[in-house]
């Protein structure tokens, strides 16, 4: 369902019927449907051939890591929309965001700046993309902005990202750090070429709260006596503000 209009530019988290639509972001040969880069610190940006096994089973686990969220307060990716000149609707941005605890690579990058603050955890936009089409510096801003609207929606205080300072700011997977800057971004720690950019927002809970909690989230068949708790398996609410454990492996800018 379409959340937020800006402009000619329309916004939905991402669902079973629009994964398929996330477009091929700017750094060839990479594919975000399979993508585990953030997920895994050995994890790859590249698109395993379409023929190999490997490809759905990574498929898969993307769109379950995405939609995972949809159990708590909604899922952790987002889709810019605009309409063609046949007035077809089609995606032309996508974001991917969600709880540090979500991505051990940015909570490695993360690991190398003590100065930052640690509670409650923040949460991360990993990827940002916008098809080079129009306005794309304007098209980043809406789709940073209403990212972050999301995230003060769920009770979100702080919310971070890792651009990186390369000559073509769209090839790695956070986007430019302009865009973040004209969002309200500032750079909490870091240098010019690896900067950690932070936004505190108000965490208003607008709209979730234990009655939007409990709509999204259904008992298990077997366990309704229960309901509402135990819930079951997936996402725990108290994830969000929590730290999660220290990840074991270096490396977290990858071979890149």
């Known amino acids: 369902m379409t959340r937020e209009v800006a402009g000619d530019l329309s916004f939905s988290l991402v669902d079973e019927a629009s994964f398929d639509a996330i477009a091929r972001p700017a750094r060839?040969?990479?594919?975000?449907?399979?993508?585990?880069?953030?997920?895994?610190?050995?994890g790859t940006r590249d698109a395993p051939p379409d023929d190999e096994t490997g490809s759905a089973m990574r498929t898969n686990a993307k769109r379950s890591r995405l939609l995972a969220g949809a159990q708590l307060a909604g899922a952790y990716g987002m889709l810019a929309w605009r309409n063609?000149?046949?007035g077809a609707r089609i995606a032309v941005g996508w974001a991917q965001f969600g709880p540090l605890s979500l991505y051990p690579r940015a909570q490695a990058i993360r690991e190398r700046y003590p100065q930052l603050p640690d509670s409650p955890a923040p949460w991360v936009i990993t990827c940002l993309q916008v098809l080079d089409e129009g306005d794309r510096d304007a098209g980043a801003l809406a789709l940073i902005e209403a990212v972050c609207d999301e995230l003060d929606r769920r009770g979100i205080t702080s919310v971070e990202a890792f651009p990186e300072g390369v000559a073509d700011p769209w090839q790695p997977s956070p986007g430019p750090r302009s865009g973040y800057e004209a969002a309200g971004f500032s750079r909490a720690a870091g240098d010019d070429r690896y900067p950690v950019m932070r936004r505190e927002l108000t965490g208003s809970f607008e709209e979730?709260?234990?009655?939007?909690?409990?709509?999204?989230?259904?008992?298990?068949?077997?366990?309704?006596?229960?309901?509402?708790?135990?819930?079951?398996?997936?996402?725990?609410?108290?994830?969000?503000?929590?730290?999660?454990?220290?990840?074991?492996?270096?490396?977290?800018?990858?071979d890149e």
């Not at 040969?29 to 997920?39: H, I, K, N, P, V």
């Not at 969000?240 to 800018?253: D, E, G, M």
């Open 28 to 42: 060839a040969g990479s594919r975000c449907q399979t993508c585990d880069y953030w997920e895994r610190l050995d």
């Open 208 to 254: 979730v709260g234990w009655g939007d909690m409990l709509a999204r989230t259904k008992p298990d068949a077997e366990e309704d006596d229960a309901w509402p708790f135990p819930q079951r398996k997936g996402p725990r609410e108290g994830d969000v503000f929590r730290l999660p454990p220290k990840p074991t492996k270096p490396n977290p800018f990858g």
């Open 84 to 86: 063609d000149r046949q």
